[in-house]
């Protein structure tokens, strides 16, 4: 009789086995084939999509959409001007100008700049805004060379600001600063503009001696005769009264032969324009006074400007389709918790942080496509659904799509990383997913909320240091430090700039990714 | 000589059913857990709204009680979690099987449920609301929640009715929330669905330029709609009443405990 020893079968473990994408292929197959977390992603891209439809039926100012039967009630915008760069821009200010030719320079002493906010009638509460005297932080006047008296032409401006200083702007987006502080009898402030061919220099002086080049403004295609003078314009914020910005000027130099003045309003005046009444041109001995409403700049969400819809109306649906993906996100782990799979998933991985690593990226992957495809869709139905309604608030490039889509499909990612990392610490669904909702949705309401503009202001707290500052990658209109805007939520404004918004959701899925992997490897499975 | 002569049949009462809910509910940690939860969040974020908002002026537009009660945000998601938990746990865990066998009338032991969360989210959220309305009265009128301001009393009839109001909206939330994952049998799926249908109708509200469409959405939203219950100033410019915003919220949860009920009665546990 002889004894054979028995050998266990052991299927030998081979170098593929051994691998991560090994690891990753197996919590793939785990995810495609519960039917029920497949629905739920492709809820999410149904969910992002289909919001387009209730986000983009816009019913209010000059873009009314009376509901797609009567269409035709919709009221027409103003024309929207734009600048020589092609950008939609704000063209409303006064304007005493005089027909210069060719080469020469404007000189003049600033000695005063003043504010006004017509008082509310009795019982009107401004929007925002303070009714009385009051200089806005970016009223201004100056000196100014234009084309012509037409909106949108081409120019470069010296200005004194009502709380910024001097500064050289041209071509509506280009802002320089020149010397600080306020203007004052005391103190004024001396501004030149020097026009040689298509180049405008700007030079500022607390003296009138002693001269400071600002900036260079390259206008090349600026006539050979052009509009050279004095202005105004209170650049109000969103309240709906105006300012008045009046500058008192001195010791006018023209180097051309002098005309004299004509004061126009640029852009308009009267009931049916942004600026109620005109504004004025008041020639005194030794002083002239130019007093006017209005604002120059890009036209990015302010009153002045056309009222366009922003593109990242059509993402509005991200917040939807965050929902069903972190419920599938956090289940994908804490399901294994409650069937007693982990056993067998750590069983079959014994190295517990390649176990949680594969999981983040199946699911990570999982939210990146489904927010790509639901991004993608989203802008391609509801961009033509939004322009209905008038032309978009600003022209967005290829470029800036493309950072609004993949950015999108990183925010959801990310988002499901983190509802894996918090599933993977407690271990237990309905907690799991309650506390991501949470984290992610309630700062977000609070900063949407009642609550909106305590101590932040505009773009408070919420949106800088919770997950969903990740929305920012969605950012459609740019913002210019030169505008007087409500910078708001409400105004689609985020707080922080797209990449920076991302990387602090980032920060939060790492942070929690971190604890997870500590815990997962430190516990009892 | 028969056995079961001797064995009284049994009679499946509401009493009964709710005895043994009372003992599943206070030999389990993790409702009491949740339930300091409810009043922890409540008070710690009240607290700090109060300790950070300002009221400079007469036009300040802030709303004492809405400020006070900041913590319902938060913790409405606790109260999700103790009603989804409260039935998901006997389906995850299988006790949904033993349960039903010892009490086979499906309405009577999903009443006990109810009435079960009921008291314990009705007092946790007493107790929450009652500390967030104190610490807003001690607190508010050093930030400018005074009489000059227009705020007289911080605590009137219209203060003693939005604390009512969030207190039943907490209960009325817990509910909803049993409602539904009696209807989906799953935890996970049921607080999204909850936190979903929370969460997304003011965010909807606030993204939709239609004005007209957004005053819908905080008609037919149950936070928007509780919140209605819980003002105190500008009552008259809300898009419902208070009583009509709890209606709201109540009918809500009439419908989501319906689904249950309907699922439970119909279906294999």
Same mark, same amino acid.
């Given at each position: 009789?002889? %004894?054979?020893?028995?050998?266990?079968?052991?299927?030998?473990?081979?170098?593929?086995?051994?691998?991560?994408?090994?690891?990753?292929?197996?919590?793939?197959?785990?995810?495609?084939?519960?039917?029920?977390?497949?629905?739920?992603?492709?809820?999410?891209?149904?969910?992002?999509?289909?919001?387009?439809?209730?986000?983009?039926?816009?019913?209010?100012?000059?873009?009314?959409?009376?509901?797609?039967?009567?269409?035709?009630?919709?009221?027409?915008?103003?024309?929207?001007?734009?600048? #020589?760069?092609?950008?939609?821009?704000?063209?409303?200010?006064?304007?005493?100008?005089?027909?210069? +030719?060719?080469?020469? +320079?404007?000189?003049?002493?600033?000695?005063?700049?003043?504010?006004?906010?017509?008082?509310?009638?009795?019982?009107?509460?401004?929007?925002?805004?303070?009714?009385?005297?009051?200089?806005?932080?970016?009223?201004?006047?100056?000196?100014?060379?234009?084309?012509?008296?037409?909106?949108?032409?081409?120019?470069?401006?010296?200005?004194?600001?009502?709380?910024?200083?001097?500064?050289?702007?041209?071509?509506?987006?280009?802002?320089?600063?020149?010397?600080?502080?306020?203007?004052?009898?005391?103190?004024?402030?001396?501004?030149?503009?020097?026009?040689?061919?298509?180049?405008?220099?700007?030079?500022?002086?607390?003296?009138?001696?002693?001269?400071?080049?600002?900036?260079?403004?390259?206008?090349?295609?600026? %006539?050979?005769?052009?509009?050279?003078?004095?202005?105004?314009?209170?650049?109000?914020?969103?309240?709906?009264?105006?300012?008045?910005?009046?500058?008192?000027?001195?010791?006018?130099?023209?180097?051309?032969?002098?005309?004299?003045?004509?004061?126009?309003?640029?852009?308009?005046?009267? #009931?049916?324009?942004?600026?109620?009444?005109?504004?004025?041109?008041?020639?005194?001995?030794?002083?002239? %006074?130019?007093?006017?409403?209005?604002?120059?700049?890009?036209?990015?969400?302010?009153?002045?400007?056309?009222?366009?819809?922003?593109?990242?109306?059509?993402?509005?649906?991200?917040?939807?389709?965050?929902?069903?993906?972190?419920?599938?996100?956090?289940?994908?782990?804490?399901?294994?918790?409650?069937?007693?799979?982990?056993?067998?998933? &750590?069983?079959?991985?014994?190295?517990?942080?390649?176990?949680?690593?594969?999981?983040?990226?199946?699911?990570?992957?999982?939210?990146?496509?489904?927010?790509?495809?639901?991004?993608?869709?989203?802008?391609?139905?509801?961009?033509?659904?939004?322009?209905?309604?008038? #032309?978009?608030?600003?022209?967005?490039?290829?470029?800036?799509?493309?950072?609004?889509?993949?950015? %999108?499909?990183?925010? &959801?990612?990310?988002?499901?990383?983190?509802?894996?990392?918090?599933?993977?610490?407690?271990?237990?669904?309905?907690?799991?997913?309650?506390?991501?909702?949470?984290?992610?949705?309630?700062?977000?309401?609070?900063?949407?909320?009642?609550?909106?503009?305590?101590?932040?202001?505009?773009?408070?707290?919420?949106?800088?240091?919770?997950?969903?500052?990740?929305?920012?990658?969605?950012?459609?209109?740019?913002?210019?430090?030169?505008?007087?805007?409500?910078?708001?939520?409400?105004?689609?404004?985020?707080?922080?700039?797209?990449?920076?918004?991302?990387?602090?959701?980032?920060?939060?899925?790492?942070?929690?990714?971190?604890?997870?992997?500590? &815990?997962?490897?430190?516990?009892?499975? | 000589?028969?056995?079961?002569?001797?064995?009284?049949?049994?009679?499946?009462?509401?009493?009964?059913?709710?005895?043994?809910?009372?003992?599943?509910?206070?030999?389990?940690?993790?409702?009491?857990?949740?339930?300091?939860?409810?009043?922890?969040?409540?008070?710690?974020?009240?607290?700090?709204?109060?300790?950070?908002?300002?009221?400079?002026?007469?036009?300040?537009?802030?709303?004492?009680?809405?400020?006070?009660?900041?913590?319902?945000?938060?913790?409405?998601?606790?109260?999700?979690?103790?009603?989804?938990?409260?039935?998901?746990?006997?389906?995850?865990?299988?006790?949904?099987?033993?349960?039903?066998?010892?009490?086979?009338?499906?309405?009577?032991?999903?009443?006990?449920?109810?009435?079960?969360?009921?008291?314990?989210?009705?007092?946790?959220?007493?107790?929450?609301?009652?500390?967030?309305?104190?610490?807003?009265?001690?607190?508010?009128?050093?930030?400018?929640?005074?009489?000059?301001?227009?705020?007289?009393?911080?605590?009137?009839?219209?203060?003693?009715?939005?604390?009512?109001?969030?207190?039943?909206?907490?209960?009325?939330?817990?509910?909803?929330?049993?409602?539904?994952?009696?209807?989906?049998?799953?935890?996970?799926?049921?607080?999204?669905?909850?936190?979903?249908?929370?969460?997304?109708?003011?965010?909807?509200?606030?993204?939709?330029?239609?004005?007209?469409?957004?005053?819908?959405?905080?008609?037919?939203?149950?936070?928007?709609?509780?919140?209605?219950?819980?003002?105190?100033?500008?009552?008259?410019?809300?898009?419902?009443?208070?009583?009509?915003?709890?209606?709201?919220?109540?009918?809500?949860?009439?419908?989501?405990?319906?689904?249950?009920?309907?699922?439970?009665?119909?279906?294999?546990?």
């Amino acid at each position: 009789m002889t %004894t054979h020893a028995v050998v266990p079968l052991r299927a030998p473990l081979t170098p593929e086995r051994e691998s991560f994408w090994h690891l990753v292929h197996a919590e793939w197959t785990k995810f495609r084939t519960v039917r029920g977390w497949v629905i739920a992603v492709l809820v999410t891209i149904v969910a992002i999509t289909a919001f387009v439809f209730v986000s983009t039926d816009v019913s209010s100012g000059c873009n009314a959409v009376q509901g797609a039967s009567s269409a035709a009630t919709a009221v027409a915008c103003p024309a929207q001007p734009t600048g #020589p760069g092609g950008d939609p821009v704000q063209d409303v200010f006064y304007f005493a100008h005089q027909p210069v +030719t060719g080469n020469g +320079t404007i000189t003049v002493q600033m000695t005063s700049l003043t504010g006004q906010t017509p008082v509310a009638p009795a019982g009107v509460v401004p929007d925002g805004g303070q009714a009385g005297p009051g200089l806005q932080p970016w009223s201004k006047a100056g000196i100014i060379i234009k084309e012509n008296t037409s909106q949108g032409s081409a120019y470069a401006a010296m200005m004194v600001t009502g709380s910024n200083g001097v500064r050289m702007q041209w071509d509506y987006v280009n802002d320089t600063p020149g010397l600080a502080g306020r203007v004052s009898a005391s103190s004024p402030r001396w501004l030149r503009l020097v026009r040689d061919g298509g180049t405008i220099t700007g030079y500022d002086s607390a003296d009138g001696t002693h001269w400071t080049l600002i900036g260079t403004a390259a206008l090349p295609r600026l %006539t050979s005769t052009v509009q050279a003078g004095l202005f105004a314009a209170g650049s109000s914020d969103d309240s709906d009264l105006g300012t008045l910005a009046t500058g008192v000027f001195r010791h006018i130099g023209l180097s051309w032969p002098a005309t004299g003045w004509t004061g126009t309003s640029v852009g308009g005046a009267g #009931p049916n324009s942004g600026v109620p009444v005109p504004g004025t041109l008041r020639q005194g001995a030794g002083s002239t %006074t130019v007093a006017g409403f209005g604002d120059i700049g890009p036209a990015a969400g302010n009153m002045y400007s056309g009222n366009g819809q922003s593109l990242q109306r059509t993402l509005a649906g991200t917040s939807s389709g965050l929902i069903p993906l972190i419920v599938v996100a956090a289940m994908f782990i804490t399901a294994e918790y409650r069937r007693g799979l982990i056993r067998v998933s &750590l069983t079959a991985a014994p190295r517990r942080g390649r176990l949680l690593a594969a999981k983040a990226v199946v699911i990570g992957a999982a939210g990146f496509v489904a927010g790509l495809v639901g991004a993608a869709l989203a802008l391609a139905v509801g961009t033509p659904l939004l322009l209905r309604s008038g #032309p978009l608030q600003w022209p967005v490039s290829l470029l800036t799509e493309a950072r609004m889509v993949v950015g %999108t499909a990183a925010l &959801l990612a990310v988002a499901a990383v983190l509802a894996l990392a918090i599933g993977t610490i407690v271990r237990r669904s309905a907690p799991a997913v309650a506390i991501v909702i949470a984290v992610i949705f309630v700062p977000w309401l609070l900063a949407f909320g009642p609550l909106a503009g305590q101590g932040g202001g505009a773009g408070g707290w919420e949106l800088q240091v919770t997950p969903l500052a990740a929305l920012s990658v969605q950012q459609a209109v740019p913002q210019f430090h030169q505008l007087i805007t409500i910078y708001s939520l409400d105004n689609g404004y985020y707080p922080l700039a797209p990449w920076a918004g991302l990387a602090v959701e980032c920060a939060w899925a790492a942070a929690a990714l971190a604890l997870a992997f500590f &815990l997962l490897r430190r516990r009892d499975a | 000589m028969s056995l079961t002569a001797r064995v009284a049949p049994p009679r499946y009462l509401l009493g009964q059913a709710l005895h043994a809910e009372w003992t599943k509910f206070r030999t389990v940690a993790g409702p009491a857990w949740l339930l300091a939860g409810v009043v922890t969040l409540t008070l710690a974020a009240g607290t700090a709204a109060a300790s950070t908002a300002r009221c400079q002026s007469a036009a300040c537009g802030l709303d004492p009680a809405t400020v006070s009660f900041t913590g319902i945000y938060p913790a409405q998601a606790v109260a999700a979690v103790a009603g989804v938990l409260a039935i998901g746990n006997e389906y995850s865990t299988g006790m949904i099987k033993v349960s039903l066998t010892a009490m086979p009338r499906r309405l009577t032991w999903f009443l006990a449920k109810a009435t079960v969360l009921i008291a314990q989210v009705l007092t946790a959220s007493a107790l929450a609301v009652a500390g967030a309305a104190l610490a807003g009265r001690l607190i508010l009128p050093g930030h400018g929640f005074t009489s000059a301001h227009g705020y007289a009393s911080l605590t009137s009839v219209t203060d003693l009715r939005a604390a009512v109001g969030a207190v039943l909206y907490l209960t009325l939330i817990a509910l909803l929330s049993l409602g539904l994952v009696a209807a989906v049998r799953d935890s996970a799926a049921a607080i999204g669905l909850v936190l979903g249908v929370l969460y997304l109708f003011p965010l909807a509200a606030d993204v939709v330029s239609n004005p007209a469409l957004g005053r819908h959405l905080d008609q037919i939203g149950p936070l928007p709609a509780g919140l209605d219950a819980q003002a105190t100033i500008k009552v008259k410019g809300l898009p419902l009443t208070p009583w009509q915003g709890l209606g709201v919220v109540a009918l809500w949860t009439a419908g989501a405990l319906l689904l249950g009920a309907l699922a439970l009665k119909s279906r294999d546990a």
